[in-house]
């Protein structure tokens, strides 16, 4: 491994990596090469942490003059006539957006294969994927770059890639970060999130782009009496205590959810790999003076049921949109409008996109007069007590993010049964509405390992100072080739 | 489950379904229908939640008091929002023309709907 | 219709609400504009755009769903109600469901054609209002040859939808209901009223069934762009299930168009999907809990009710209805007259004369002026004739300083000047004479000049013809006026010249 700083090949380092991962489908080469030749230079000091720094954009979020096709052939072509607030409040720190990164069709998957612009690859070993839904922003921020990338969060689409790419992944509070120009997936689960290479990074982000926006109105600011972010003389925030969902209270409460075998095979739920990386991670979390307590989580049983119906129902309303009449793509000839918004959607989504779709309308069909979404909702409010009761006089609770590590292409999928604890660990953050920080703890096999803390309401800097520490103590490598020009 | 069914959900969603990719679809609409029995079985089951499911709230995004919803003027008036969102919808209305796939004077076109 | 059978019809009436911008972007809320030229990335549905509720289209509506009695909801919640179509930027309508802004209201409405003009009043039926809820409108369509041409700049505009109980039995009930809506929305400021222009669309459910049977199966009947075409509408729409049902048949459930070429209702050709709007609550815009505050300002800006101040009226200022109904018909036209009667009583008319003679006044040479000046009776305040200045004229004639003749001739010049009608009286002589001497010499001037009329009148007199003696003496007296320049107190020439009159005649 490899630290240079050669501020002039910086052109090179972007070409023969995006050769090899493809994390960028559209970057502006000139802008993000001029960053990195007066990037640290003396005079480009001041302006704050974010002066001059550029980064990257997933292709569901709005820039103005760029493109926003969220992997999607459906807005193949288009261009964003404004910029995300998100987006438009870095800018006024002093940050550039440089390019937009590959992603899963609109949100919908765990690798970014399902793009319909090509895979992205992982830094680490090009022969596996980089993640999903944010693997562009995850490859491109693992490769060096851009010191950070936007990506949303979902159900763990910011914290599984940044496992798979061993950075640092924040999904803020629900309600943190305007979503004014996300691009919608499931508008009551999803934030915009960052990829960072390094926690400080992270924070840095996230405090430029928070805060209440009238554009947005499910958006707040911090409420008082949450602890605000820490002095920079070394106080640390918290009490210094965590949870530990293990995988096998995980596994547990799985087996309490009701539907088919959830009493499982047997199988271990996570890779060895992952399994001994969560073991070394509470090891060092103890030497750093954190006390973990193990806890039990019960309504998670009902975490996936509650996942699905909720994001597919919403995805269903939120795609309606797409049908070719207003911007975007219509077949040529349609005899009815029927005709041609049908042809549109047809030739616009990918087979998982339309499944997804189809299941979201089901979902809200009349003829299921209970209401499976408002039920959904309501088991979601109990998943948030179950974790407001387990954060209670704690920093956060610590768990898995994801059962394996970066997995290959055609490789066999985790068990059915880890399978569905593979959403588990990350949708539970965004059903419960509450902050979730994945940051990487080492590498194993030749491929990064982490682990994911889960904070407060608003208590995202708990989560930071912890990842912080960590990476101080315990710093984790960067891939084969890696040259680091952001300092 | 039936594929009538699945073909009549697709129709709504404008995303028709013939029968062979219907009947392809039907196991993925089998596990939706897992996760909706595992919903009813939420109802009773406080002790997941620790309070009976149906007293809590289906809001996701807290209450809001009507004060704090959006001023009445339009956006091209000189409102300087420029602190909270430095991000401006003003003026965007050719932009949108632009995109338009098929128009004609000023109007969007489509094939008669009638 | 026959006596043994009972409509039931429910109406839906949508208003648009007069804010500044759209229910969820800041475009301008405006009709006449370009098309296409009013929008942004929310109101089109684009990729990234959320809605961001407008507080005044909330306060309105509340407003307006108080004057008409209904509760409002402590926590107010949007949905979305699903359904693809061109018109619809986002394919779904914020609208809203479970948690509407106001349920449980209720209006009076006078019953059509019940009462005379004086006396009884009319009956009133009470209409219950099912609910009031906000929703976003859809852009417009205009079908054209092949194509069909949209323009999103009403989409998004702000909507109150009120729904009323089935509790309207025929088409002339519904069409009181619709002007009294129209009066109140008005009245509120909520809303303009204009059912031509769209402002206020109406659709209704109706039907029919052997009284005493309860509900039968109802038909919706959409197009009904007036309030008289929603009468006729109706009526045609009950006899024809009723005909239809005495025949043996079944009223199929189905959406029917009002055509008011043919003044008939028939099946909609358009291929509706049975419609599942799959509603869920809006992930995107927070509940409103409307807190104290907020309460307050509504009830603070409700303002008496027409058919309350109508009645008011009535009783207060002993006004018949057909008047009262008139000075009620906007809002500013009846603040005009209370404040015009209050000044006139102010400057010493009798409570009665000042109530009746502001009325007539109103009735007849404002209502002419607002006419010729181009002005609709809300305007009032736009015409250039404060109330202030409308009592002064009562007053002036009410006291005797000048005649109704020359009342008329001050109101002109007050109008048209923009003077105080004290200070026209005074400048141009206007005063109504009493002073013998002056009276004398008219009347003395009149007869000189017309000696042969008196001559005629003196004879007439002698001779006992009563009716030739009123004609001429009329004709004097008007002379004398006139050599008066109008001001001399009529009863007082005609008291001159009569006594002139017979003196002549018993000089004879």
């Known amino acids: 491994m490899t630290r240079t700083v050669c501020k002039d090949g910086f052109s090179a380092y972007l070409r023969a990596w995006e050769a090899r991962i493809g994390s960028f489908l559209e970057i502006d080469e000139e802008a993000v090469s001029k960053a990195a030749r007066s990037h640290g230079s003396a005079g480009a000091s001041g302006g704050g942490p974010l002066a001059g720094l550029p980064f990257g954009v997933k292709d569901n979020v709005a820039v103005a003059g760029m493109r926003l096709s969220c992997g999607s052939r459906m807005l193949d072509g288009f261009v964003s006539p404004y910029s995300a607030t998100a987006v438009a409040r870095l800018v006024a720190a002093g940050a550039a957006p440089v390019g937009k990164t590959n992603m899963d069709e609109f949100g919908m998957g765990s690798s970014t294969d399902t793009s319909a612009y090509g895979r992205t690859n992982n830094p680490w070993d090009v022969s596996r994927v980089a993640g999903g839904s944010s693997g562009g922003s995850a490859a491109a921020v693992a490769a060096g770059l851009v010191p950070f990338a936007l990506g949303s969060d979902t159900g763990g689409s910011v914290r599984q890639p940044a496992s798979f790419c061993g950075v640092v992944g924040l999904k803020p509070t629900n309600g943190a970060v305007s979503r004014f120009g996300l691009v919608a997936y499931a508008s009551s689960l999803e934030t915009i999130g960052v990829l960072a290479d390094s926690a400080a990074r992270a924070r840095a982000v996230f405090e430029a782009m928070r805060g209440a926006d009238p554009l947005d109105q499910t958006s707040r600011d911090r409420p008082d009496g949450v602890p605000g972010a820490r002095a920079g003389t070394g106080e640390r925030a918290g009490a210094r205590i965590i949870g530990v969902l293990s995988p096998e209270a995980a596994a547990r409460a799985l087996a309490g959810s009701p539907g088919d075998g959830a009493s499982g095979d047997g199988t271990p739920l996570l890779e060895p790999e992952v399994a001994a990386a969560f073991e070394e991670a509470k090891e060092r979390m103890r030497s750093l003076g954190y006390r973990l307590e193990e806890l039990e989580l019960p309504s998670l049983a009902y975490a996936s049921a509650a996942y699905y119906t909720i994001a597919l129902a919403e995805a269903s309303a939120n795609l309606a949109r797409f049908d070719g009449v207003r911007y975007g793509r219509r077949p040529a000839g349609a005899p009815n409008p029927e005709a041609l918004v049908e042809g549109a959607r047809a030739a616009g989504f990918g087979d998982e996109v339309r499944l997804r779709i189809l299941l979201g309308t089901f979902a809200l069909r009349a003829g299921f007069q209970d209401r499976y979404y408002l039920r959904a909702q309501r088991a979601r409010a109990g998943i948030r007590r179950d974790f407001e009761r387990a954060l209670a006089g704690r920093d956060a609770v610590l768990m898995p993010v994801y059962p394996t590590r970066a997995f290959g292409r055609g490789a066999e999928a985790p068990s059915p049964f880890a399978q569905k604890a593979a959403d588990l660990f990350t949708c539970c953050a965004n059903l419960a509405g509450l902050p979730a920080l994945a940051f990487p703890t080492g590498v194993s096999g030749g491929l990064p390992v982490g682990v994911q803390l889960v904070g407060a309401a608003f208590g995202e800097d708990a989560l930071l100072d912890a990842a912080e520490e960590y990476g101080e103590a315990y710093p984790t490598g960067r891939p084969d080739g890696y040259e680091e020009y952001w300092t | ?114 | 219709m026959r006596e043994d059978y009972q409509a039931f019809i429910g109406l839906e009436v949508h208003i648009h609400l007069l804010t500044a911008t759209k229910a969820f972007c800041s475009c301008r809320s405006a009709f006449g504009d370009e098309p296409n030229s009013n929008v942004c990335p929310v109101c089109m549905g684009y990729p990234g755009a959320m809605p961001a509720l407008n507080a005044e289209a909330l306060r309105i509506g509340a407003v307006v769903a108080r004057a008409l009695h209904c509760e409002l909801s402590a926590e107010t919640r949007f949905e979305r109600k699903q359904y693809f179509y061109p018109d619809m930027p986002k394919n779904y309508q914020i609208s809203q469901f479970a948690s509407p802004l106001g349920v449980g209201g209720w209006v009076d409405v006078p019953a059509p054609g019940g009462g005379d003009a004086r006396g009884a009043p009319a009956a009133i039926r009470r209409i219950r209002i099912k609910e009031c809820h906000l929703e976003e409108d859809a852009g417009k369509m205009i079908h054209s040859g092949d194509v069909t041409l949209v323009d999103y700049n009403r989409a998004g505009a702000p909507l109150l939808e009120i729904v009323t109980e089935p509790d309207f039995e025929t088409g002339a009930e519904a069409e009181a209901y619709l002007q009294q809506l129209r009066r109140t929305v008005r009245y509120l400021g909520a809303c303009d009223g204009n059912m031509e222009e769209g402002s206020m669309r109406c659709d209704a459910n109706v039907s029919v069934n052997r009284r005493g049977a309860g509900l039968g199966r109802k038909v919706e009947i959409k197009n009904l762009n007036s309030s008289r075409f929603v009468r006729l509408g109706l009526d045609y729409e009950i006899a024809r299930q009723v005909e239809l049902v005495e025949g043996g048949g079944t009223v199929r459930q189905e959406t029917r168009l009002w055509n008011e070429n043919r003044d008939r209702t028939e099946v909609m050709r358009v291929k509706e999907d049975s419609h599942d709007y799959r509603f869920f609550p809006e992930p995107d815009l927070p509940a409103v809990g409307l807190d104290a505050a907020f309460l307050a300002e509504v009830e603070a800006a409700l303002v008496e009710p027409p058919f309350d101040r109508e009645r008011r009226l009535e009783a207060d200022y002993g006004l018949d209805r057909e008047r009262a109904s008139s000075i009620c018909e906007e809002r500013a036209f009846a603040d005009y007259y209370e404040a015009a009667v209050a000044e006139a009583r102010r400057l010493g008319v009798g409570d009665g004369p000042a109530a009746e003679r502001t009325a007539a006044w109103m009735a007849g040479d404002l209502r002419r002026a607002l006419r010729a000046a181009g002005l609709g009776a809300a305007e009032v305040g736009s015409l250039g004739m404060p109330a202030e200045r409308l009592a002064a004229v009562v007053a002036l004639v009410d006291s005797g300083r000048i005649s109704a003749t020359v009342a008329r001739k001050v109101f002109d010049a007050a109008l048209g000047e923009g003077a105080e009608p004290a200070d026209l009286v005074r400048e141009r002589g206007w005063e109504l004479v009493s002073d013998p001497a002056a009276i004398a010499a008219a009347a003395d001037a009149a007869l000189a000049a017309e000696g042969a009329a008196l001559a005629e009148a003196a004879a007439a007199l002698a001779a006992g013809d009563e009716g030739r003696v009123r004609r001429l003496s009329g004709y004097l007296v008007g002379k004398a006026i006139a050599a008066s320049g109008g001001t001399a107190d009529p009863s007082a020439v005609k008291a001159a010249v009569e006594a002139r009159l017979a003196a002549a005649s018993k000089a004879l």
């Open chain 2, 1 to 114: 489950m039936t594929r009538e069914e699945l073909q009549a959900t697709a129709r709504l969603a404008r995303l028709p379904l013939g029968d062979d990719e219907a009947d392809a679809a039907l196991p993925a609409f089998e596990r939706m229908l897992e996760h909706f029995a595992a919903m009813a079985a939420a109802d009773g089951d406080e002790a997941a939640f620790g309070a009976p499911i149906r007293d809590l709230g289906t809001g996701t995004s807290g209450l809001r008091l009507p004060g704090a919803m959006r001023h009445d003027r339009p956006a091209n008036s000189n409102q300087n929002n420029a602190r909270l969102n430095p991000n401006t919808l003003n003026n965007l209305a050719s932009e949108l023309m632009n995109r338009a796939p098929e128009s004609e004077n000023g109007f969007f076109v489509l094939p008669n709907v009638l």
